[in-house]
């Protein structure tokens, strides 16, 4: 059994928008812990959503080397892929590193106030890089049709998973429905 659906090129679609979302909500609450001076456990939630959005990450990385090895780009694809992976190198170590930073100042230093607005100056130059990252991954996807299959291919793919569903559960295949064959166009009698 496979992790990556039938009509997913790869898993890496499946789990980037985790760290993306993650991150600027560690980054939201963040900024609510500065303003809020006495309130550490919102500091300590920000500090949990780095960590996870890091974690998350480091995953997003990892599958998007792989789907990039497998894919095999060229051309402009293949040097706005190279740019993608180096911006996605630079984001993901960032917050690795910076999460454990996080992580020492939630629970074991007693950081004063300038070093907490320095850190939240970090992790705005880490959303950076990330809002970067994923604005190249984007221009892979819509500009490039990167990890994008056609849609006949996809329905194919999809129709052939239901058929061996079908199959395994012992139920008939569902039926295909072609659709009506186009009608030419009629001249104008004018």
Same mark, same amino acid.
């Given at each position: ?22 991150? +600027? ?71 690795? +590193? +910076? ?42 996807? +819509? ?48």
């Amino acid at each position: 059994m496979s992790l990556v659906p039938a009509w997913a090129p790869n898993l890496h679609p499946l789990v980037v928008h985790f760290p993306i979302a993650l991150l +600027f909500a560690a980054a939201a609450v963040d900024l609510a812990g500065l303003l809020m001076q006495e309130r550490k456990p919102v500091r300590d939630t920000a500090t949990w959503l780095y960590i996870a959005g890091a974690a998350s990450a480091v995953l997003a990385y990892f599958t998007g080397y792989a789907a990039a090895q497998a894919m095999g780009a060229s051309g402009a694809a293949a040097a706005l892929l190279d740019a993608h992976t180096d911006r996605a190198f630079v984001a993901t170590w960032l917050f690795a +590193f +910076f999460a454990s930073l996080r992580l020492a100042m939630s629970y074991i230093l007693r950081p004063q106030r300038a070093l907490r607005i320095g850190a939240f100056a970090v992790a705005l130059v880490g959303l950076g890089a990330l809002g970067q990252t994923a604005r190249l991954g984007a221009r892979l996807v +819509f500009e490039q049709g990167l990890g994008v299959r056609a849609v006949a291919v996809a329905r194919a793919a999809a129709e052939q998973a239901e058929r061996a569903s079908a199959d395994r559960a012992g139920e008939a295949p569902p039926e295909h429905v072609e659709a009506p064959p186009e009608q030419p166009e009629r001249e104008d009698p004018e």
